[in-house]
């Protein structure tokens, strides 16, 4: 894994934070695992961060203004481009199969070959100025909240909503500019100017030739879906004319996370629930793959969860809290360089709390006396659904916990539980053993009281064969000791190893 740029002042720090957010969750969708996403995220990082650098250095130095994305999406970019050339030297079997397939079609060339025929969107973010298209993308492709746009952007937050509207019509305009400006046949051209009158009006109804046009040509179509600003359907224009494959199911990542309040965008999200954001990743087991139709994309982006916030009642509490016990410190492992701190320091966390290691740690499990289980309340319970009867507790059952990614003030974890028995349905339960708190969570729902922490089963992961692993993934804040008493259904689970 390469090491990862150094921060040149604490603005970039903070920027590096929430741009690692939106790459290493694209990179996850990109790849067939966990371990392989964290470093295509961390190769692509290193790479657009440096080709940011190397071109705001070349546009200062000739006292000029180079047309450029903005971090996010620039790095977004640099992801797929680095999975291209993952591909290409041998290295396509840790990379999602659909993206494979995707990467050897003529649609992936677009987004690489003449300007002139790069996808809408993308060529008209990168003819507008860079505030201005990071204004856009933060609020249509992030999905962000106006006011946290506003202070990550330094706008005044009365007038965010006023210049954002601005924004969209001078985007709208460059859409209509290059669609013009493309190699357009005849027909095309011809309806070009009835395209144009027909998305500038919402509620417009779209004429009979114009809509059979459209279902057969690509670039109209895509023109459709640049130029009609309104009703919904920019944030999908945006991601899958910038980062090609992927963009829905993407987008369903970010609507999500910022719905949570946990997006590393999210400062204020941060500052008041105490938690350190950073960065995403999720583990591949059961995960279904991105088709290349863009129904089946956005049925995958549905299936994408991120954990509910909710709060557990108290007698659910009281059954899913386990005592305190001794557990032996756990070896994190660090990059070989720090990677960028969150914005928000989250209270307690301990800046050096954890040494660097050659290798991720698994948790060792010591024997301990198994504590009943209550059934899980808030977010866990209406994942479950209602009147649903609880498995049976499993015994067993064999538990690795892998501390994938670990920095000064946050680390990245995966749990993979083998269950000897098929299931129906699943409920982990662990200990922390310090003030570790879970940030973000995939493929499961999960709730935290104190250092106890339950994970029910997504929709997708619930039935599990005889023998067979599944897995969740998620990231934390704080620090202390391995966590222990690991249960699934309420049953004692050995660790692995």
Same mark, same amino acid.
């Not at 620039?74 to 680095?82: F, N």
């Not at 396509?92 to 987004?111: C, F, I, T, V």
């Not at 305190?324 to 960028?340: D, G, I, Q, V, Y």
């Not at 538990?399 to 000897?420: C, M, R």
């Given at each position: 894994?390469?090491?990862?740029?150094?921060?040149q002042?604490?603005?970039?720090?903070?920027?590096?934070?929430?741009?690692?957010?939106?790459v290493?969750s694209?990179?996850?969708?990109?790849?067939?695992?966990?371990?392989?996403g964290?470093? @295509?995220?961390?190769?692509?990082?290193?790479?657009?961060?440096?080709?940011?650098?190397?071109?705001?250095?070349?546009?200062?130095?000739?006292?000029?203004?180079?047309?450029?994305?903005?971090?996010?999406p =620039?790095?977004?970019?640099?992801?797929?481009?680095?999975a291209?050339?993952?591909?290409?030297?041998?290295l396509?079997?840790?990379?999602?199969?659909?993206?494979? @397939?995707? @990467?050897?079609?003529?649609?992936?060339?677009?987004?690489t070959?003449?300007?002139?025929?790069?996808?809408l #969107?993308?060529?008209?973010?990168?003819?507008?100025?860079?505030?201005?298209?990071?204004?856009?993308?933060?609020?249509?492709?992030?999905?962000?909240?106006?006011?946290?746009?506003?202070?990550r952007?330094?706008?005044?937050p009365?007038?965010?909503?006023?210049?954002?509207?601005?924004v969209?019509?001078?985007?709208?305009?460059?859409?209509?500019?290059?669609? @013009?400006?493309?190699?357009l046949?005849?027909?095309?051209?011809?309806?070009?100017? =009835?395209?144009?009158?027909?998305?500038?009006?919402?509620?417009?109804?779209?004429?009979?030739?114009?809509?059979?046009?459209?279902?057969?040509?690509?670039?109209?179509?895509?023109?459709?879906?640049?130029?009609?600003?309104?009703?919904?359907?920019?944030?999908?224009a945006?991601t899958?004319?910038?980062?090609?494959w992927?963009?829905?199911?993407?987008?369903?990542?970010?609507?999500?996370?910022?719905?949570?309040? =946990?997006?590393?965008?999210?400062?204020?999200?941060?500052?008041?629930?105490?938690?350190?954001?950073?960065?995403?990743?999720?583990?591949?087991?059961?995960?279904?793959g991105?088709?290349?139709?863009?129904?089946l994309?956005?049925?995958?982006?549905?299936?994408?969860?991120?954990m509910?916030?909710?709060?557990?009642?108290?007698? #659910?509490v009281?059954?899913?809290?386990?005592?305190?016990?001794?557990?032996?410190?756990?070896?994190?492992?660090?990059?070989?360089?720090?990677?960028?701190?969150?914005?928000?320091?989250?209270?307690?966390?301990?800046?050096?709390?954890?040494?660097?290691?050659?290798?991720?740690?698994?948790?060792?499990?010591?024997?301990?006396?198994?504590?009943?289980?209550?059934?899980?309340?808030?977010?866990?319970?209406s994942?479950?659904?209602?009147?649903?009867?609880?498995?049976?507790?499993?015994?067993?059952?064999e538990?690795?916990?892998?501390?994938?990614?670990?920095?000064?003030?946050?680390?990245?974890?995966?749990?993979?539980?083998?269950?000897?028995t098929a299931?129906?349905?699943?409920?982990?339960?662990?200990?922390?053993?310090?003030?570790?708190?879970?940030?973000q969570?995939?493929?499961?729902?999960?709730?935290?009281?104190?250092?106890?922490?339950?994970?029910?089963?997504?929709?997708?992961?619930?039935?599990?064969?005889?023998?067979?692993?599944?897995?969740?993934?998620?990231?934390?804040?704080?620090?202390?000791? #391995?966590p222990?008493?690991f249960?699934?259904?309420?049953?004692r689970?050995?660790?692995?190893?």
């Open positions: 894994m390469p090491d990862l740029p150094i921060p002042d604490a603005a970039e720090a903070a920027e590096f934070t929430e741009v690692w957010d939106a290493l694209y990179a996850d969708l990109c790849t067939s695992g966990s371990a392989a964290a470093e @295509l995220a961390a190769e692509a990082f290193t790479r657009g961060i440096g080709e940011a650098r190397a071109a705001e250095a070349t546009a200062g130095g000739a006292g000029r203004r180079t047309p450029r994305l903005p971090r996010i =620039l790095l977004l970019t640099a992801v797929r481009t680095t291209a050339e993952w591909e290409a030297r041998g396509g079997h840790r990379l999602d199969p659909d993206l494979r @397939l995707w @990467l050897h079609a003529e649609k992936a060339a677009r987004y070959g003449p300007p002139l025929r790069r996808p #969107a993308l060529r008209a973010l990168r003819d507008m100025q860079e505030p201005d298209a990071a204004l856009l993308w933060l609020a249509e492709a992030e999905s962000l909240p106006l006011p946290h746009v506003a202070r952007l330094g706008l005044d009365s007038a965010t909503a006023r210049e954002l509207d601005q969209r019509a001078l985007f709208r305009d460059r859409c209509h500019r290059n669609h @013009l400006d493309a190699p046949d005849a027909e095309c051209r011809a309806y070009a100017g =009835l395209l144009d009158v027909v998305t500038r009006t919402p509620g417009t109804d779209t004429p009979g030739d114009l809509s059979r046009h459209l279902a057969v040509c690509v670039e109209c179509a895509e023109a459709a879906a640049c130029l009609r600003v309104s009703g919904g359907g920019l944030p999908a945006l899958g004319g910038v980062i090609g992927g963009g829905l199911a993407y987008l369903e990542r970010r609507r999500r996370a910022a719905e949570a309040g =946990l997006s590393g965008g999210r400062v204020d999200a941060a500052a008041d629930t105490g938690l350190a954001v950073g960065t995403v990743t999720r583990p591949r087991i059961g995960r279904t991105i088709l290349a139709g863009a129904v994309v956005s049925a995958l982006a549905l299936t994408v969860s991120l509910q916030s909710g709060t557990s009642d108290e007698s #659910a009281a059954r899913d809290t386990a005592a305190e016990r001794p557990a032996a410190e756990p070896s994190f492992s660090l990059p070989p360089t720090t990677r960028p701190s969150p914005g928000e320091d989250v209270p307690g966390a301990s800046s050096t709390s954890r040494p660097a290691t050659g290798s991720a740690t698994r948790a060792t499990q010591g024997d301990r006396d198994p504590e009943p289980q209550g059934e899980p309340s808030g977010t866990a319970r994942a479950r659904g209602a009147g649903e009867r609880p498995e049976a507790p499993a015994t067993g059952c538990v690795a916990y892998e501390i994938v990614n670990a920095w000064p003030d946050g680390f990245q974890a995966t749990v993979t539980v083998t269950s000897p299931l129906t349905d699943w409920r982990v339960g662990w200990t922390f053993g310090g003030d570790q708190r879970v940030t969570v995939w493929d499961a729902a999960l709730t935290q009281s104190g250092p106890r922490v339950t994970a029910t089963a997504a929709d997708y992961n619930k039935n599990v064969a005889a023998g067979g692993t599944f897995a969740l993934g998620f990231l934390g804040a704080g620090s202390g000791a #391995a222990h008493d249960t699934l259904n309420g049953g689970c050995r660790a692995a190893g």
